[in-house]
C-alpha cells in the first residue's frame, strides 16, 4: 500500500514538473525590424513579441543612442494554421504565431551607419535581452517630376515677436496609396509659440494625417508648376518668436505609395467551394500597382533678432508689427454712478495675441474696474492681420470737470526699424450732480470676525414703498357643461376613426411583407447589419483587428444587400457611385471607398492600425449605415 502510495506521489510530482517545464518552454518573447536602411526623417519599427504569457506588461527600452523612441501600442495575434488543398493535393500549409506584439518607433537624429546594441527588457518580472542590429540612415533626398514638397516661409529674418508664416505644399501628378508625413516643427519649435491662421470660411477644407496621428485642416487644388498641371495639397502655420537667436526647421520627411498602373485582382483559392459571394466580397475588380518613394525637404534657418535698445520708449511693452491705435470715451457727459466706457483697439498684422494694455495712469474722484480684452485674427493670401480690444469701465464719485489723460501705445516696426507711438486724448468729461440726491448704505459682506475685509456701497436709487401682496387667492376658471366641452367631442369621433385607419394600415403592410420580398429585406436590413456591427465592436474591444475590419466589412454589405435587394456578392467598394447619385455626399463617398481600401489591407496583409484609427473607422461605418438609411428610403 505505501509503496502504490509513493509511486503516485512520485508520479504527480514528475507530471508537475513536466507540464511546467512544458509551460516555461512555450514562454518566448522574439524582437523583428520593419527595416535596416531609411532616410533622415523617416522611422523604423521595432516589435517585440512576447508569446506564452497571458496579459504581458508592457516593456520598457532603455535610452538608444542617436534614436528617439515612442511607444506606437500593442497588438495582440492568435495562432492559427491552414491548409490548402486543390483536385485533391496539398498546395500549402500555413501557419501563422501569435501572442503580443509591442511596437516602438525608432526615429533617427541624424544620418550615418548606427548599431543599436542589445536591449535589457523586463516583462512581468523576468529579464530578456533582445539581438543587436544595424541601421543605415541615408542623407539623400529624392525629386521627381510627379511628386514632391515644398516648405517656405515669408521670412526668413524677423524681430522678437514678429510673425512667420510657414507653408508647407505638396505637389503630385500621380494617384497615391497610403502616405506617411512626419513634420517635426509642426506642433512646437523650442522658443516659438505655434498658431494656426484662422480658417476661411469660404474654402473646403480635408483632413491631412501627419506626424503619426494628428489631423491637419488642409486644403486642395490644382496648380501649374513649371507648365506641368499638379493637385496640391497645402496648410499653414503661425510661428511667433519668443526668444532670439538662430533656430531651424528640420526638414519634412514624405514617405507615400505611388500608383503606376492597375492589374486585374487574383482570384480567391475558394472560388471553387464557395458562391460566387465570397470572390466579389470588397467589390474590387482591379488593384493598384505602386512603388515606394521617399523624400525629404530642405531645412530652414530662421534668424530672430532682438528689438533695438537705443530711442526705446518708455510706454514700450513688447509690442512687434504694424499697428493701428484709436481710443473711443463713452459718455463725455454724465452724471455721478453712472459708468464711462474706454475702448482702446490696436488693429493690424503682428504679435497681437501677446499685446498688453497700454498704460493708464489713475484718474482722481473714479473708481476703475478691471479691464476686460477680447482678439480677433484673420488671414487674406499670406497676410495674418487681427486686432484686439481693450475695455476698462470708470464711475464717477463725485460731480465736477475731469480729463482722461494722455494714452500713449508704443510698438516696433520692422519695416522701418525703429519704434512708433501713437498717443491719443486727452479727453474732457463733465460729471453733473444726480437729479436727487441719493442716500448711501454702507453694508458690510464681511463674516463675523473678519472686520479688516473691504466693504461694498450699496445705493438706495428709491425710496418709496410698495407692498408686496403675499396672497391673491385662489385663481378658478368657469366651468361649463360637460356638452358643451369641443374637445371632448373631437376625442369621441377621433379615436375610433384613429384605430381603424391604424388597422388598415398594420394590415397593409402585414401583406405587403408577406408578398413583396424587396420590401421586407429592406425593412430588415438596419437590423440585420447591428448583428455584424455589434460583432465588430466586440472584435475592437478585444484588439483583433483582423476580425474587427471584417466584421465591419460584412456590416456594411449585409445593409447594402438587404436594403437594395441584390445578391450579397454583388456590394462593396464598387456602388460608391450610384449610391452617390442617390444622394451620399462626395466626402462620404471617399470614406466609404477608403473604408473598403483599408479593410482589404488589413484583412489580406496584417497591416497594423493604430487604436485611434480603429475608433474612427468604426464611427464611420456606423455614420454611413444611418445616413444610408435616411437617402434609401
Not at 133 to 155: A, M, T
Not at 192 to 217: H, M
Not at 490 to 511: C, D, K
Not at 584 to 602: G, M, P, Q, S, T
Request: contains cysteine.
Amino acid at each position: 500500500m505505501w509503496k502504490r502510495i509513493g509511486s503516485f506521489i512520485f508520479l504527480s510530482i514528475y507530471l508537475t514538473g513536466f507540464t511546467a517545464f512544458a509551460l516555461a518552454s512555450d514562454e518566448k518573447v522574439s524582437m523583428s525590424v520593419s527595416q535596416k536602411e531609411i532616410l533622415l526623417g523617416d522611422s523604423v519599427v521595432l516589435t517585440i513579441t512576447v508569446e506564452g504569457i497571458d496579459n504581458p506588461e508592457t516593456p520598457e527600452l532603455p535610452t538608444i543612442p542617436n534614436f528617439d523612441v515612442k511607444f506606437r501600442g500593442v497588438r495582440q495575434e492568435s495562432f492559427s494554421s491552414m491548409t490548402v488543398i486543390v483536385n485533391g493535393r496539398q498546395i500549402k500549409n500555413e501557419q501563422s504565431g501569435g501572442g503580443y506584439k509591442f511596437d516602438f518607433e525608432l526615429m533617427p537624429k541624424s544620418t550615418g551607419l548606427f548599431t543599436v546594441p542589445e536591449l535589457p527588457i523586463l516583462i512581468n518580472g523576468r529579464r530578456y535581452t533582445t539581438q543587436a542590429f544595424q541601421v543605415n540612415v541615408l542623407d539623400q533626398s529624392e525629386r521627381r517630376g510627379d511628386i514632391f514638397i515644398d516648405v517656405h516661409v515669408d521670412k526668413t529674418e524677423a524681430y522678437l515677436g514678429e510673425k512667420i508664416l510657414a507653408t508647407f505644399k505638396w505637389y503630385f501628378s500621380k494617384d497615391i496609396g497610403t502616405y506617411r508625413i512626419n513634420i517635426p516643427w509642426l506642433e512646437s519649435i523650442k522658443n516659438f509659440i505655434v498658431t494656426d491662421p484662422e480658417l476661411d470660411k469660404d474654402r473646403s477644407y480635408q483632413r491631412l494625417i501627419v506626424n503619426g496621428d494628428k489631423q491637419i485642416a488642409a486644403t486642395k487644388s490644382r496648380e501649374f508648376y513649371k507648365g506641368q498641371e499638379y493637385m496640391v495639397v497645402s496648410f499653414q502655420k503661425v510661428l511667433t518668436p519668443i526668444a532670439a537667436g538662430t533656430y531651424t526647421l528640420d526638414p519634412v520627411f514624405l514617405k507615400c505609395d505611388v500608383v503606376t498602373g492597375y492589374r486585374r485582382s487574383r482570384r480567391s483559392l475558394f472560388g471553387s467551394f464557395f458562391d460566387s459571394d465570397f470572390d466579389d466580397f470588397f467589390g474590387f475588380g482591379r488593384d493598384a500597382v505602386t512603388e515606394p518613394f521617399a523624400a525629404r525637404s530642405n531645412e530652414i534657418v530662421l534668424s530672430i533678432n532682438e528689438v533695438p535698445g537705443q530711442n526705446k520708449p518708455l510706454e514700450y511693452n513688447g509690442a512687434v508689427g504694424r499697428f493701428t491705435f484709436d481710443v473711443d470715451v463713452k459718455p463725455l457727459s454724465l452724471k455721478v454712478g453712472e459708468p464711462v466706457t474706454l475702448t482702446m483697439k490696436v488693429a493690424g498684422s503682428g504679435n497681437i495675441e501677446q499685446l498688453e494694455l497700454p498704460h493708464i495712469p489713475d484718474i482722481k474722484s473714479f473708481k476703475s474696474y478691471e479691464p476686460e480684452s477680447k482678439v480677433s485674427v484673420s488671414q487674406k493670401g499670406g497676410d495674418v492681420r487681427g486686432e484686439k480690444i481693450f475695455e476698462k469701465v470708470l464711475i464717477p464719485r463725485s460731480a465736477g470737470d475731469y480729463e482722461i489723460p494722455e494714452i500713449t501705445f508704443a510698438f516696433f516696426n520692422p519695416d522701418t526699424g525703429r519704434y512708433q507711438r501713437e498717443v491719443r486724448g486727452p479727453f474732457s468729461i463733465h460729471v453733473a450732480k444726480p437729479e436727487k440726491e441719493e442716500e448711501v448704505k454702507v453694508i458690510a459682506i464681511t463674516s463675523e470676525g473678519a472686520e479688516d475685509r473691504p466693504r461694498r456701497e450699496l445705493k438706495v436709487l428709491k425710496k418709496d414703498i410698495h407692498y408686496i401682496m403675499t396672497d391673491i387667492g385662489r385663481i378658478v376658471s368657469p366651468k361649463k357643461p360637460i356638452y358643451k366641452n369641443i374637445a371632448l367631442w373631437i376625442l369621441v369621433y377621433l379615436i375610433p376613426i384613429t384605430m381603424l385607419a391604424g388597422m388598415f394600415v398594420f394590415g397593409r403592410r402585414r401583406e405587403r411583407l408577406n408578398t413583396d420580398i424587396a420590401f421586407a429585406r429592406s425593412r430588415e436590413a438596419f437590423k440585420s447589419s447591428r448583428i455584424f456591427i455589434k460583432q465588430a465592436e466586440s472584435a475592437l474591444k478585444n484588439g483583433q483587428t483582423r476580425e474587427f475590419y471584417d466584421l465591419l466589412i460584412k456590416g456594411i454589405n449585409t445593409y447594402l444587400a438587404e436594403k437594395l435587394n441584390r445578391q450579397l456578392g454583388s456590394v462593396g467598394a464598387a456602388l460608391a457611385e450610384e449610391l452617390k447619385a442617390k444622394g451620399l455626399k462626395e466626402k462620404e463617398c471617399k470614406e466609404f471607398k477608403a473604408l473598403y481600401a483599408r479593410a482589404n489591407e488589413v484583412i489580406f496583409s496584417s497591416l497594423a492600425v493604430e487604436a485611434e484609427k480603429l475608433k474612427k473607422d468604426f464611427k464611420t461605418a456606423n455614420e454611413l449605415i444611418t445616413r444610408l438609411e435616411r437617402i434609401l428610403r
